[in-house]
T-cell receptor
Framework: DAKTTQPPSMDCAEGRAANLPCNHS???????VYWYRQIHSQGPQYIIH???NNETNEMASLIITEDRKSSTLILPHATLRDTAVYYC?????????????FGKGTSLLVTP | NAGVTQTPKFRVLKTGQSMTLLCAQD?????MYWYRQDPGMGLRLIHY???????AKGEVPDGYNVSRLKKQNFLLGLESAAPSQTSVYFC??????????????FGPGTRLTVL
């Protein structure tokens, strides 16, 4: 399984864009990049995922480099409620029932 | 549509006691998972199920057993609890992974303390 590297923590001012980086240099050609977040004491929540192309939904944008070795999650206008741990995940193969391989993630603090 | 629910929300056990955690989903999902999360760590896979009547071991299965007798329920059992099993347990489910487009839905967690 491809492993991911994320900074342990980041700060962002409310209303500004939060850009969360992730390195996944050993990603395989058919592996997707997923982003989940976990607000304190709650279960993880799906944000977005992608394979090659950039993706956007109502929550965030995902930018994947052309060589697919890294990606960036963008929260365009961060709010205090976006304070959470953000996990970049390259999904495990089918031998694990497609389970998610969580690392330690990035703890994002959005400040007033 | 309640999504994924977990019972109980909190539990305190003494070493050697047994208990069962219940996960239920009403989304007709095929795949279900049990993860544990220790303080400051990411989630780790304990067991999973790819359909009714089937179960398989994940990354940290020792000390746990599971059953999936009904499609909507996934039970996690601790036969003889140990302090090392103090953790937050999360259940998740997904419809059926295909082409990498599935989304896992998580329950609210069960906070277990073993004294």
């Amino acid at each position: 399984d491809a492993k991911t590297t994320q900074p342990p923590s980041m700060d962002c001012a409310e209303g500004r864009a939060a850009n969360l980086p992730c390195n996944h240099s050993t990603i395989s050609g058919n592996e997707y990049v997923y982003w989940y977040r976990q607000i304190h004491s709650q279960g993880p929540q799906y944000i977005i995922h992608g394979l090659k192309n950039n993706e956007t939904n109502e929550m965030a944008s995902l930018i994947i480099t052309e060589d697919r070795k890294s990606s960036t999650l963008i929260l365009p206008h961060a709010t205090l409620r976006d304070t959470a741990v953000y996990y970049c995940i390259v999904r495990a193969n089918s031998n694990s029932g497609y389970a998610l391989n969580f690392g330690k993630g990035t703890s994002l603090l959005v400040t007033p | 549509n309640a999504g994924v629910t977990q019972t109980p929300k909190f539990r305190v056990l003494k070493t050697g006691q047994s208990m069962t955690l219940l996960c239920a989903q009403d989304m007709n999902h095929e795949y279900m998972y049990w993860y544990r999360q220790d303080p400051g760590m990411g989630l780790r896979l304990i067991h999973y199920s790819v359909g009714e009547g089937t179960t398989a071991k994940g990354e940290v299965p020792d000390g746990y057993n599971v059953s999936r007798l009904k499609k909507q329920n996934f039970l996690l059992g601790l036969e003889s609890a140990a302090p090392s099993q103090t953790s937050v347990y999360f259940c998740a489910s997904t419809l059926a992974p295909s082409g990498g487009t599935d989304t896992q839905y998580f329950g609210p967690g069960t906070r277990l303390t073993v004294l």
